[in-house]
């Protein structure tokens, strides 16, 4: 049997196609399989263009027709685009689920809806650079082309910034590493964990710094005159694992600042000689206080992000059992924290088609399933859920963000 791809740019709608990849449909006629939106829409590719012409009128965005299933969705995008008073979107769940697409697509709608917006990858492995389709790396603002109002994005690397301060710390012996520090908006943090050797501790880091340096940009940014401006922000997170640290950061910080301070009484009590390292008994007290200060910016971010006001996290997934149980654990957690959580986007969902293929008809059963398991989940039943359609082309640049910011914020 033939494989199949729908890439709607690059092929007729009823041409077959062999080229193999993962993910890639067993034969079926693209026309059918795409069929509400491919019928009505004789060219995606076109349909794009459109979109990119119009894209300085937001209004005409608006109106164009979208490929969406049925989406079951009651505080709508209505309810998130109101209100000049900033509010901060996290989105967040399993690898590879849609997480940065959504996340890049509803920024670009709070841009075209008036809101200057500023989009944050906290991801490790960013894409943002891919799904906006432009070079968004160097841990800067950078402008996003296209929007209404402005748009702006940032890539946070915590780990490379981890591997330069590593590099930092060796090569000039531990000089440098406060300017490095500061940078990160962790000076006080530099400053304090300085005679504790920092570089030696990098070698074996202890789990959380990473998501250390990417809160310490939020904070900076939270703190800065330069993201005054954003009334939309929106973080596309790291997958769950990461996104639970960087929540519970803020209790690692203090417990971690608590033990360094600690320590420090300890050794310094113990032996006259590293006193002299540590410094005198005031200086020891300035340090103290300069550390209490951070663990208050930290609790400041803790409330932050814990305010229903202000914030909500937005849980993404896919029909499948693997990822509606990792949506669970995630939503669990999240409850936990008491962060706010109220929709759930179940992404990448089979359109419906009039054409007989076996598979996609076997793949559109096991979904209905896994959405059904979603409406008796004990987590995530109470979420409101928003469907949203497998598109047939890849999701990348302003446009195509658009178009599912179109499918998937309604
Ligand atoms: N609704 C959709 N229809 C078609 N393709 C989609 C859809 N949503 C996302 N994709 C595609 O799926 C792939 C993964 O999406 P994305 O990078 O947004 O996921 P992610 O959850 O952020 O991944 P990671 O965990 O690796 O960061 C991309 O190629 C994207 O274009």
């Given amino acids: 049997m033939a494989l199949c791809c729908s890439f709607a740019h690059s092929f007729s709608p009823s041409k077959p196609m062999a080229v193999v990849v993962n993910h890639c449909f067993y034969t079926c006629s693209l026309k059918s399989h795409v069929s509400p939106f491919w019928n009505s829409n004789p060219s995606f590719s076109s349909k794009l263009l459109s979109l990119s012409i119009a894209r300085k009128k937001p209004r005409t965005l608006l109106q164009v027709r979208s490929v969406a299933a049925p ?4 505080a709508g995008f209505d309810e998130m685009v109101s209100g000049t008073q900033r509010k901060y979107y996290m989105l967040g769940g399993k690898g590879g689920v849609g997480k940065t697409s959504c996340a890049a697509s509803l920024a670009v709608k709070f841009a075209n809806n008036g809101h200057p917006t500023l989009v944050v990858s906290t991801d490790p492995a960013h894409s943002l650079s891919d799904s906006f389709a432009q070079d968004l790396t160097g841990g800067t603002l950078v402008p996003v082309e296209g929007p209404y109002s402005p748009l702006f994005a940032l890539e946070i690397n915590p780990e490379k910034a981890r591997e330069e301060f590593r590099s930092v710390s060796q090569n000039n012996g531990g000089s440098g590493v406060k300017d490095f520090m500061d940078g990160m908006g962790l000076g006080m943090l530099a400053e304090q964990l300085g005679e504790l050797k920092l570089g030696e501790l990098l070698d074996t880091p202890p789990p959380g ?38 929540l519970s950061l803020p209790d690692f910080l203090d417990a971690s600042i608590g033990k360094i301070l600690k320590l420090k009484q300890k050794i310094s009590s113990a032996t006259s000689a590293i006193k002299s390292v540590f410094g005198q008994e005031e ?9 209490e200060k951070l663990r208050e910016r930290m609790i400041k971010v803790r409330e932050l992000f814990r305010d229903t006001n202000s914030t909500e996290f937005v849980i993404v997934t896919i029909p499948t059992v693997m990822a509606i149980s990792e949506s669970s654990r995630l939503c669990a957690s999240l409850k936990k924290e008491s962060v706010p959580v109220n929709r759930l986007v179940v992404n990448q969902i089979l359109p419906p088609s009039a054409s007989d293929c076996k598979f996609c008809a076997m793949k559109r059963k096991d979904q209905t399933r896994a959405i059904s398991m979603i409406k008796s989940d004990p987590e995530l039943s109470s979420l409101t859920m928003i469907q949203a359609a497998l598109v047939d082309v890849e999701i990348r640049g302003v446009p195509a963000l658009q178009f599912l910011g179109d499918i998937v914020w309604k």
């Fill in 283 to 291: 200086n020891r007290q300035n340090a103290a206080d300069k550390l």
């Fill in 209 to 246: 710094l990473d998501e250390a340096i990417a809160i310490s940009k939020v904070i900076q940014f939270l703190e800065s005159q330069e993201y005054n401006m954003f009334t939309r922000i929106v973080f596309d997170t790291a997958p769950t694992g990461h996104t639970l640290r960087l």
């Fill in 71 to 74: 989406t079951e969705a009651t």
